[in-house]
């Protein structure tokens, strides 16, 4: 996926406190944050975490100006954090063209921890979208884990489904079908909503070069985006973590039922066709 190198990015829906904060104690050690963070990845919220996660002293958060770094996108070619400034900037330009009412919800690069209006959480989270504040946060070193933890190809467009997944939340919020579910399992409401996410995110792979930031996206990529919602399916990571597979417990859906909802937001290009409340899933 390769950004217009002259398209402007606006670094102003884009907020990094990256080496702000000074760290999290995590209670039980590291490790065992990283394996409940797999079940948690593309949705997480750090209150879902709070058991295991003993906060303290964020710190400061500073913020970074990357304006004078991400300035086109020849930048974002060159630079993650500018590519991810960009797909923030396409993500909203579609959904503020498509969406009636649509507000801007700003992304948040941190290192470390990070305060939010769901509470305090760290890195091992993975990226999650918050409704108090309406706000995406992510460490970009989870990219690295997708790759490295989760056998996933990686690559560009890969990240970017992985933004427009988080951005597909802010869209449930704004429609009010955002809603903390407490059931578990293959047909769960839980699993339902992470579904739509995908979609959602398809439906933006779809639009994405109209939206004025993108050259035409290539099979192959589009492939690693496919890809990484396969290494993010439930079965997938408790094959990983647990050596066996509980449906029962299922948060976000299967491998196949991932693909299945990216492809088709993608294939439809039509956000009407991500009903997954009343879907046969």
């Known amino acids: 996926m390769t950004f217009r190198r002259r398209v402007r990015l606006n670094t102003g829906q884009v907020r990094d406190i990256r080496g702000s904060g000074r760290g999290l104690a995590i209670g039980g050690g590291l490790g065992g944050v990283v394996i409940l963070a797999l079940v948690l990845l593309l949705g997480g919220n750090p209150a879902d975490v709070a058991p295991v996660i003993d906060a303290v002293n964020v710190?400061?958060?500073?913020?970074n100006d990357l304006s004078q770094e991400?300035?086109?996108g020849a930048d974002a070619n060159e630079?993650?954090?500018?590519?991810?400034?960009?797909y923030v900037n396409s993500i909203q330009a579609y959904w503020?063209?498509?969406?009636?009412?649509?507000?801007?919800a700003q992304t948040t690069?941190?290192?470390g921890g990070v305060s939010t209006g769901c509470g305090t959480a760290s890195s091992a989270v993975g990226p999650f979208y918050c409704p108090p504040d309406?706000?995406?946060y992510i460490d970009l070193g989870f990219f690295d884990a997708l790759t490295t933890r989760l056998g996933a190809d990686g690559g560009p467009l890969a990240e970017a489904y992985v933004m427009a997944h988080e951005y597909g939340h802010h869209v449930q919020n704004l429609?009010?079908?955002l809603h903390q579910a407490a059931d578990t399992g293959a047909n769960s409401y839980a699993v339902r909503t992470e579904l739509q996410a995908d979609c959602f995110a398809g439906v933006w792979i779809a639009h994405a070069v109209d939206t004025g930031y993108l050259e035409p996206i290539s099979q192959a990529q589009l492939a690693t985006a496919v890809d990484a919602a396969a290494a993010v399916g439930d079965d997938r990571i408790q094959e990983a973590t647990a050596g066996q597979v509980n449906p029962e417990t299922w948060t976000h859906g299967s491998s196949e039922q991932r693909q299945h909802w990216l492809l088709r937001g993608y294939e439809t290009g039509d956000p009407e066709r991500c009903d997954t409340f009343s879907a046969e899933l």
């Open 59 to 63: 710190g400061n958060e500073q913020e």
């Open 70 to 72: 991400c300035q086109t």
């Open 79 to 86: 630079r993650e954090d500018c590519r991810i400034v960009g």
């Open 96 to 104: 503020s063209d498509r969406l009636t009412g649509y507000t801007e």
């Open 109 to 111: 690069l941190f290192s």
């Open 134 to 136: 309406q706000s995406v």
């Open 175 to 177: 429609i009010g079908v």
